[in-house]
């Protein structure tokens, strides 16, 4: 889009948004307001620096339609111009550069129910399907010739399976009828026949691609000169298999795949040097552990002994790519709250970061050339936008332009602030104050709480919309602490293994604590506090309303209630284990996951609870909250529980998370403001 095009649609917009208000829509934030907000991700440079595809999500909500629609746009790495390259009312995603820049290959579901890999020249024009597959394809890489691709997808059905799914007797065998990921090739010429036919590469006892801890799973890559690709597998096609993730090469010609790193290590996100001597990879401990601790690890492409580059201050990088002349490997990493992107010198080991704290980097890939590089960056006050910057001098360039059109509503401040632990470690958190916050006046606060554990709160913009919705929440009149207690990522291994065997302890202390310190602060009122948090945060929330009373709201989103169940229901079964030095069943540990968990402590509950849960959630069955929430009702504690149907362990759809928020915000007002609102007859 040219300047002048820009500006006009600046204008288009301002009108629009002054008749909305005229029209009497609130002039605030709201979490109907905030999926407004447009998501960027995967930025993807040119081959030649000239061009970045990125992908923009946003919200469809309409009489029948609840969903994020994803579509690829195309900017200059100058910021001057920007337009969307695909307009279909499906979604398309993952845009991939041929090495030549004529092409640009990405996933669609358009004429089925599958995703399939499809063409597109970046100049326009009709997309053209390269695969029929039965089932998704998750991931795709040009071979360095730009005659064909490598793609992951699974096994499809057999007839006598799609048979018995069709008339109903399709009963499942738990962990024997898994189909897994294989490796495919498809050449992007059409046989005489007008079509591509993909030639399965890869099929063993094992899945290629995985759903990895970290990420790095679905990540391919072809040898330069043409002949091997790198791929990451596990045993099974499931989440709890990813510590026995190892990373192997196929010969392209023969189908020939030779083990390249196969240790008690997991192994992921191999990426070949320029000259297809060395490759890249990252390996966890070994044993791997849930909290991880990742290195950047080398290996001679012929086979031969590797070794680990220096550490990275997190040990958990996320590889971004090689530099032209393979001297140099870039990576993005969590930095307290921020994300950063770094350089490594491969011979002598010295990191130097590219960004610098103040704004979050994350998503980052070099091109194919090893010339340019792409990324997501967001801020306090910036929404997420695509950059990108040549490697021969870095000078960052925003390229997109995806939330000119986010409403003007006021945006609350957020700033960093610290505490003491326990043992005198530094606590680092996110305070948000209300819209309008005026020195010295003291206001409601809500304490949030990050999943994981091993998460961590960034310094993202507020209006990111979620089931807890910042924006909205400040807008409101309340003030937001996002703690980063121990357990959480960005402040080293030892930080983030500082939980082990001790859920509900030291954590606890650490949130109370910064609680405290918003109060000392003279920010929140101590009489009205909530709390809330998913997953491990819905854990970490019915743990605080069973070891205390100063919250006179609480949220529970797909929480962990009862450790022992847990365990015995989830997808994860060797999560917890790993975390608590053995099984429930162990001995001595029965005790342990009991005195760990809120269902052991539920007696002591008087807060008013709202819970909320995913009907289709396997990593939290849904089966915790209803735990807590029979416990609470026998017990006469108001509570609420809200089931989301088809929702899986987190909220896919933008009328559930509008709901979510809501719902959340309503329960916040009625028990901590003593209010009602516009949604309070959903409570």
Request: charged share 25%; hydrophobic share 35%; with cysteine.
């Amino acid at each position: 889009m040219s300047l002048s095009r820009r500006a006009f649609c600046g204008a288009l917009l301002s009108v629009m948004a002054s008749v909305a208000l005229a029209a009497g829509e609130p002039n605030r934030w709201t979490p109907a307001e905030t999926l407004k907000y447009r998501l960027v991700s995967d930025p993807q440079v040119s081959p030649d620096g000239k061009s970045v595809a990125y992908v923009v999500r946003e919200s469809i909500m309409e009489s029948e339609t609840s969903e994020y629609r994803t579509q690829i746009w195309l900017a200059s790495t100058d910021g001057k111009d920007s337009l969307p390259l695909t307009f279909a009312q499906t979604s398309s995603s993952r845009p991939r550069w041929s090495p030549d820049g004529r092409w640009i290959a990405f996933l669609s579901k358009r004429t089925d129910k599958k995703t399939n890999l499809w063409l597109l020249s970046p100049r326009g024009g009709e997309a053209r399907r390269l695969t029929d597959s039965k089932s998704d394809v998750s991931a795709h890489v040009w071979s360095p010739d730009g005659a064909s691709l490598a793609y992951i997808a699974a096994d499809a059905p057999t007839e006598e399976q799609e048979r018995r799914e069709k008339e109903k007797d399709d009963a499942r065998v738990v962990d024997e009828e898994d189909r897994a990921g294989r490796l495919w090739v498809v050449s992007i010429s059409p046989d005489p026949s007008g079509k591509s036919t993909p030639r399965k590469l890869v099929s063993g006892p094992f899945s290629v691609g995985g759903n990895i801890e970290g990420g790095g799973g679905d990540r391919l890559d072809w040898s330069p000169d043409g002949r091997a690709i790198a791929f990451v597998h596990t045993p099974r096609p499931t989440a709890n298999d990813w510590t026995s993730a190892d990373i192997s090469l196929v010969d392209v010609a023969a189908g020939r795949v030779t083990p390249f790193a196969k240790t008690a290590a997991a192994e992921s996100s191999p990426d070949f040097s320029p000259d297809g001597k060395t490759l890249a990879y990252l390996a966890t401990d070994d044993p791997p552990r849930w909290a991880r601790r990742v290195a950047l690890r080398l290996a001679p492409a012929e086979g031969g002994a590797p070794r680990d580059l220096p550490a990275s201050g997190d040990e958990q990088p996320d590889i971004a790519g090689w530099s032209a002349d393979g001297k140099t490997i870039y990576f993005a990493e969590t930095k307290g709250v921020y994300d950063l992107l770094y350089a490594q010198n491969v011979k002598t080991g010295a990191i130097a970061p590219l960004t610098k704290p103040g704004n979050v980097s994350s998503g980052a890939s070099v091109n194919g050339r090893g010339t340019w590089i792409g990324w997501v960056g967001t801020s306090p006050t910036e929404p997420t936008e695509a950059y990108a910057s040549a490697l021969s001098a870095f000078s960052p360039v925003r390229v997109s332009d995806a939330n000119r059109d986010l409403p003007d509503h006021p945006l609350p401040k957020t700033e960093v602030i610290t505490w003491k632990g326990d043992k005198g470690e530094t606590i680092e958190g996110l305070l948000t104050y209300p819209v309008g916050y005026e020195p010295g006046r003291r206001y409601p606060m809500i304490l949030l709480v990050h999943g994981g554990p091993a998460g961590v709160f960034r310094a993202t913009h507020p209006a990111l919309p979620g089931p807890y919705p910042l924006a909205a929440f400040a807008a409101e009149g309340y003030a937001v602490l996002r703690p980063n207690p121990r357990g959480s990522s960005g402040y080293g291994v030892a930080f983030r293994r500082a939980n082990f065997k001790d859920w509900g302890g030291g954590d606890y202390r650490d949130l109370m604590a910064g609680v405290e310190k918003a109060i000392a602060a003279g920010v929140a009122d101590a009489e009205k506090l909530a709390v809330a948090g998913w997953s491990y945060g819905g854990f970490m929330t019915s743990w605080i309303i069973t070891q205390t009373d100063r919250f006179q709201a609480a949220s529970v989103g797909a929480g962990v209630t009862n450790l022992v169940s847990f365990t015995g229901t989830a997808d994860i079964p060797a999560f917890l284990p790993d975390y608590f030095g053995g099984e429930p069943w162990d001995k001595d540990n029965f005790e342990l996951y009991r005195s760990h968990s809120a269902m052991g402590h539920v007696q002591n509950v008087k807060t008013p609870t709202l819970i909320q849960h995913g009907e289709s959630d396997v990593r939290v069955p849904i089966s915790q909250g209803y735990e807590l929430y029979n416990a609470l009702k026998r017990r006469g504690v108001p509570a609420k529980m809200v089931v989301y149907p088809r929702m899986p362990h987190g909220p896919r759809e933008p009328k559930l998370i509008k709901d979510l928020g809501e719902r959340n915000l309503a329960w916040f007002n009625r028990y901590v403001l003593g209010k009602s609102s516009e949604t309070a007859a959903r409570q």
